[in-house]
Structures are given as C-alpha cells and as structure tokens.
C-alpha cells in the first residue's frame, strides 16, 4: 500500500479554475514538467521563488511513493527580447554586449542556477532538457503542424495561424482571453508585417545576417520560437499528454497558452491534464522582474550585501519565508516578514532538536495521529504550506510543553510524532537544520580540543612520536593543527 493510496491531493488547475482531485495518468507515476530559466542573466529571487514552490510539489509527490519524472528545461536558444517574436535573442544580445560566444553565456549563467539551487537545497528533476538540443525535434513539430493545416511560411519563418485554429479549438481558454479582444487590443509591431494577423506567433524565424545562433531547416536557417521548445521537449520526455505543467503566473499567456495550441495542432489532444502556476514574488510592492530591475539576487540576500534588507538571511530561513505562503499567492519580501520568518524558523528547529531529549510517559495529551493526518490535509488541499507550518508550530508547542512537563506523550507517539517533523520538515519543505549543523561544529571543536590536550601531554611526557602522530593524522583528516603563543589552534579546509 502505498502513501498515495491513502493521502488523496487535490490541486487548483488552471485550465478549469478549480481545485480537482489529482489522479495520474499511470497508478504510481507522474510526469511534471516546468519552464526552466532562460539562461541569459543570474536567477533573482522571483525566478528562485517559482522553482521552489515546484520543488516542493516535487518533493511532495515523491514523499507520497509516485515515481516522478520531473522535466525542467534550460532556454538556451529562442527566447526574443520582451518576450515576443521580433527583436534580438536574449543570449545573443548579451553575447555581443560582453563580446563572448552565445553559449559561453549559456554555460555561465547555467552553472550560476545550479549553484543557487543546490545553495537552496532543491532536488534536481529527472531530465534537464536544453531547447538547443532539441532542435530535429522542434523541426519535426513544426513540418507537422504546417502538414495539418495550422501554421504558414512566409519568407523562410513559419508562424502559427491562430485564426484557423480558433475555428476548430479554443484559443484562449488557459488564459480565459477571447480571441476578438485580443484582435481589438493589439497594435502592429514592426518586424511582425509577414504575418497574416498579428496574434500569430513564430515557430520558426529565419536569422538575420548577424545572428550567430543558427541552424539548417526546410524553410531557412534559422532558430525555433521560444514557445515551441517546451512542446518538443514535454511531450519528448513524458508523452503527447502528461499530468502536470508549472511555471510561474506569467508565462500563462502567451507561452502556455501557445503551447497548448501547437500541441493540439500538432497532435490533436491538449498536452497537460493539471495546468500550475505560481504567484509572484514581489519587492517593495512592485513584481520583482528582470526588466525593470526591481531585483535582489540571491547571493545579496544571503550575504546581507544589498540595499533593501537590515542583515544577511540564511537560505533554509528563505525557504521557509516562501512556505510560509501559498505558492498561488502574492509575496512580497520584506525585511519584517524575513525576520518574523527567521525567529519561527529558528523556533521549529529547536523544538525539532528537542525531540532528542524529551521522555515518554504512559499517555500523550495530544492526539498525535490526527495531528499527523492534519499535516496531510493540508498538503493535499493544494499543497497549502502555510497551513502544514501551522500545525508544525502545534507540534513545536506540544514539545516545549512536554520539556517543562506540562504535557506528556507515549513512546510510540514520540516516533511517530518525530518521524513525521522529519519527513514535512526537511523531505516535504526542503529545509534545512541549520542549529545541528552549527553544533555540530561545536562538537568537532570539541572533539579537536580533547585531541590538542593529549598532545599536550604527550609532549609533556616527551613522546614526541604520540604527538607528531595526532599532529600528522589530524592533518591527513584535513584538520591543521597551528601552535601559537596563546596555545594550539585548529583550521579545517
Ligand atoms: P525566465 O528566466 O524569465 O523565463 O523566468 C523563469 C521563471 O521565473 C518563470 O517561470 C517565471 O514565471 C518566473 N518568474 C519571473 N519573475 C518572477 C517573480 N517576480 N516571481 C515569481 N516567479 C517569477
Ligand atoms: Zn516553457
């Protein structure tokens, strides 16, 4: 029997606007895929916050016994300035400002992601598709879309036909848009003359002289459009129609809205059964975004070199900040909410390393079992973090009540009551226990400082071959051992 025979989810999607109980299209399995970063710049905190709430979703399911295969992809290729189908390629255009290759940018910005995310404790999906990998793929999409009867070339680009398609599908409905409002709301942008309507998109766009990334195709040398690697690579690695598909609020419309229409032309069906996105997050009142620079990195946050916030925040008190919302809210990060985190943070963990010490007695005053299904319900309605938090904090107060003793809990209720701190604590919101990590570097100093004393007296009782023998195995250990007028010292490396 597994956990998610038991534990029922259910998650807001959408496509339809409505919390639906999650069933997977294969027992035992999901397919999850997200839109990775466009690797043109470092991550800022807003791109962290998206991820992590995926993260979470992933670390979820898994804690339920699925067998996740969870696609992120890396946009190394395609993505166009302001997010449309005219002007210059992100990559490139950064490229050129800093005089380097294209994909030197590309490996730069790449390793900085990876980076951030393993500083933040995320688990890596199980493929990492870049969109300049799967370039035959995005070919081979495109060739059957125009054979359906959905896209057109003009001048060595192809761009979809939204207006046909609308005849037969519904454009739109991800984003509840009706197409003759968004025919009434655009303006003709230059560069875009060769469509038929302007609320067509690229599939392909034929590169212009100067533009360095490039490939053969049927219609020019060219690149793809930024909507179509995410349909070739979804449906590459989990199929024509898979469980879920996240990103954050933004990418709603046009992208996800996009790649639902090239799925549907391409292979007649819809590609996703539960659409997620997650809410901004937001700094001094305003969206935090790349383009107007309302930004902080996370190294700024976590070195308290920054212009916003009063000291430097540790990653795990992060974390705990964007769980302690709904990941379909709004979030703004202020220093006063970072502070109260990092206080409830700090208080979880001690009540966590309380467990340790605390005895058993022969009655629990607290129903520990239901207190444990609560915690479920509460990543089952949605994956509502702040309420799964709420109830840790119960159980932190249930064992500070325990150590003054007024409150008791049996042996098997103890187990029970720690094996599940553990598992939503650190396996469900990824966080870490930073205070065992610091004792724990007390109880090397601690361990070190036993080993200089025996040295001492080694020395003392002149067995210099004892002394040297602690001084050179400490060392092979990686710990150097420094004599100095106020006595011996320790370094690590
Ligand atoms: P990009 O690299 O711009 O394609 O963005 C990567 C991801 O970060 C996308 O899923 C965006 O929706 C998400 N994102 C961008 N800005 C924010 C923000 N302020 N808050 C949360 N997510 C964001
Ligand atoms: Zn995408």
Redesign the pocket.
């Known amino acids: 029997m597994h956990l998610y025979d038991q534990q029922h989810i259910k998650i807001y999607n959408s496509l339809s606007g409505q919390k639906e109980p999650f069933k997977s299209i294969t027992e035992g399995y999901v397919g999850m895929y997200?839109?990775?970063?466009?690797v043109y710049s470092n991550?800022?905190l807003?791109?962290v916050?998206?991820?992590m709430s995926f993260d979470m979703v992933f670390r979820y399911l898994k804690h339920l016994g699925y067998k996740v295969r969870y696609v992120r992809n890396i946009?190394d290729a395609g993505?166009l300035e302001n997010d449309a189908d005219a002007g210059e390629d992100k990559i490139t255009k950064k490229a050129r400002l800093e005089q380097i290759e294209p994909m030197e940018v590309v490996q730069r910005y790449t390793v900085d992601f990876h980076n951030i995310l393993s500083i933040f404790n995320f688990l890596p999906p199980s493929i990492e598709p870049t969109a300049t990998g799967h370039i035959i793929e995005q070919i081979e999409l495109i060739s059957t879309i125009i054979k359906n009867g959905f896209a057109y070339e003009v001048n060595g680009s192809v761009y979809f036909d939204v207006h046909k398609f609308n005849e037969t599908n519904d454009y739109g409905k991800l984003s509840k848009r009706k197409l003759d409002d968004l025919i009434h709301n655009t303006r003709e942008l230059d560069g875009q003359s060769d469509k038929k309507n302007p609320q067509d998109f690229a599939l392909w766009k034929k590169a212009e002289p100067q533009h360095i990334m490039r490939w053969p195709s049927p219609w020019s040398d060219g690149f793809p459009g930024w909507h179509l690697e995410c349909t070739a690579m979804s449906t590459k690695y989990l199929g024509d129609r898979f469980d879920i598909h996240g990103?954050?609020?933004?990418?709603k419309f046009p992208h996800h809205e996009c790649e639902i229409a090239q799925n549907e032309a391409a292979k007649g069906q819809s590609p996703v059964n539960y659409w997620m996105h997650?809410?901004?997050?937001?700094l001094n009142g305003q969206?935090?975004?790349?383009s107007t620079g309302n930004t902080v990195n996370p190294d700024e946050l976590l070195s308290g070199d920054n212009k916003f916030f009063s000291k430097a925040y540790s990653p795990s008190v992060i974390r705990f900040f964007n769980a302690q919302s709904s990941y379909r809210s709004v979030l703004d990060l202020t220093d006063d909410g970072l502070l109260a985190s990092e206080k409830g943070f700090h208080r979880l963990m001690d009540a966590i390393n309380l467990l340790d010490s605390i005895s058993s007695t022969s009655t629990s005053t607290l129903n520990v079992s239901e207190w444990k299904q609560n915690c479920y319900d509460a990543m089952n309605d949605d994956f509502n973090s702040p309420i799964l938090i709420a109830h840790l904090f119960d159980a932190a107060k249930y064992i500070n009540q325990i150590k003054d003793g007024k409150a008791s809990i049996t042996s098997e209720d103890l187990k029970l009551l720690k094996q599940t701190m553990y598992a939503f604590t650190f396996d469900v919101l990824g966080l870490q226990n930073e205070s065992k990590k610091e004792s724990g570097t007390d109880k090397l100093s601690a361990a070190v400082d036993i080993l200089i004393k025996l040295r001492q007296e080694a020395r003392a009782n002149k067995d210099f071959a004892l002394s040297d023998k602690i001084r050179d195995e400490l060392a092979e250990a990686g710990i150097q051992l420094k004599d100095g007028k106020e006595g011996t010292t320790f370094t690590t490396n």
Not at 34 to 38: A, E, F, I, K, N
């Open positions: 997200v839109c990775g970063p466009t991550v800022h807003g791109n916050r998206t991820f946009t993505h990103g954050g609020m933004d990418l997650a809410n901004m997050l937001h969206r935090m975004s790349k």
